[in-house]
């Protein structure tokens, strides 16, 4: 019998300039999750929550998706493949929306390695520039944004831990 742990981010060594990280699986974002993110975030324009408004009063016809769910979305959909192992995000440099996103649009991900150089202060660490773009099923990029994020090396790195002994299956 083997035990198999699923990789959770990466390690500086982990990531070369260039390498580019397809998320999987995409997601299908509904009105019920527009709506939900609208209401737990406070903002209730009627862009978003109002199909009378949106189709009287916009030049989409249509609601449009927040964009800070379709961002929020996108990131969470890279944490596996870039920073489920990191110390920090450190900074979002840039973010754009190139175009709307509607209820019931697919979203899929894939980020690029820009950049990435080993802490002056703490030889323990580095930082890695990443660069993360998100299409629509019509193969329209609806969103992009470049972070930098600080991730441990291989060697300095915490040991994964779990809530439960290795004998979990032992009889």
Known sequence: MSTHDREFGRYLEDFDIGDVYRHWPGKTITEA????FCMITMNH???HTNQWFAQNETVHGKNVVVGNLVYSLVLGMSVPDVSGAAIANLEVEALTHKKPTF???TIYAASKVIDKKESSSRPDRGIVTI???AVNQREEEVCYYRRKVMVWKRDAAPARAFPYS???FED
């Open 45 to 47: 324009h009627p862009l």
């Open 103 to 105: 209820h019931g649009d």
């Open 166 to 168: 290795d004998d979990l």
């Open 33 to 36: 999750d527009d709506h939900l």
């Open 131 to 133: 660069e993360t773009r």
